[in-house]
């Protein structure tokens, strides 16, 4: 609704998709005892650490037009220690202390989806626990992934990939829940 209204208002494409990018996000789901560094580091890397502080204050002036009297509660000052906490930790596969180049030549694979779903398998590996974002351990991964059959990498990429997908939609649900549809 919002991009057809912005459309309408012919601004230019980047700034259409960002504000359409930030309404969509800015019901996010935080809470202080259930969210843990992990899933900040993976709502950070699905809105983008650039949109973070516009984002909050999309999320603020919703709270203050919505007649909330506090506009940056507990929660949100919480939110805003965490991602400090995170923020130098990987959040996509470019942050990986390897990248797809390595994967061939320590696999001794050529480019292909292969290589995308070993790094798919990696970056949730370090998103779970950024200790792992050594080359050496990285490495030492990459030839046990490289080792598995492509029925079980698959199912490993698959796995990452729901990972993220389940913590979006536990967002969606959150905003579905909280107006009532």
């Known amino acids: 609704m919002a991009a057809r209204a912005l459309e309408r208002l012919r601004l230019s494409k980047d700034v259409l998709e960002r504000t359409v990018h930030l309404i969509r996000y800015h019901m996010f789901y935080y809470n202080v005892d259930e969210v843990s560094a992990a899933g900040v580091r993976r709502f950070l890397a699905r809105v983008g650490p650039e949109n973070v502080d516009d984002l909050l204050k999309v999320r603020e002036a919703d ?5 909330v009297p ?3 509660p507990y929660k949100m000052r919480h939110l805003l220690f965490m991602i400090d906490k995170v923020k130098q930790d990987p ?3 470019k942050m990986l202390k390897v ?6 030549r320590t696999a001794d694979i050529p480019a292909g989806p292969r290589v995308g779903k070993i790094l798919a398998v990696l970056l949730e590996d370090v998103l779970d626990d950024p200790g ?4 050496k351990t990285l490495l030492h991964r990459v030839r046990e992934l ?5 029925v079980e990498l698959d199912r490993l990429a698959q796995k990452a990939r729901e990972k993220k997908d389940e913590s979006e939609k536990g967002l969606e649900e959150d905003m579905k829940r909280r ?3």
Do not use: Q
């Not at 990248?99 to 061939?104: I, K, L, S, W």
């Not at 792992?132 to 080359?135: D, L, R, S, Y």
């Open 63 to 67: 709270r203050i037009g919505s007649g």
């Open 70 to 72: 506090k506009a940056v």
């Open 91 to 93: 959040l996509s596969p």
């Open 99 to 104: 990248n797809g180049e390595d994967v061939m």
């Open 132 to 135: 792992k974002n050594e080359k």
């Open 146 to 150: 490289n080792a598995l059959s492509d």
């Open 179 to 181: 107006h009532r549809v």
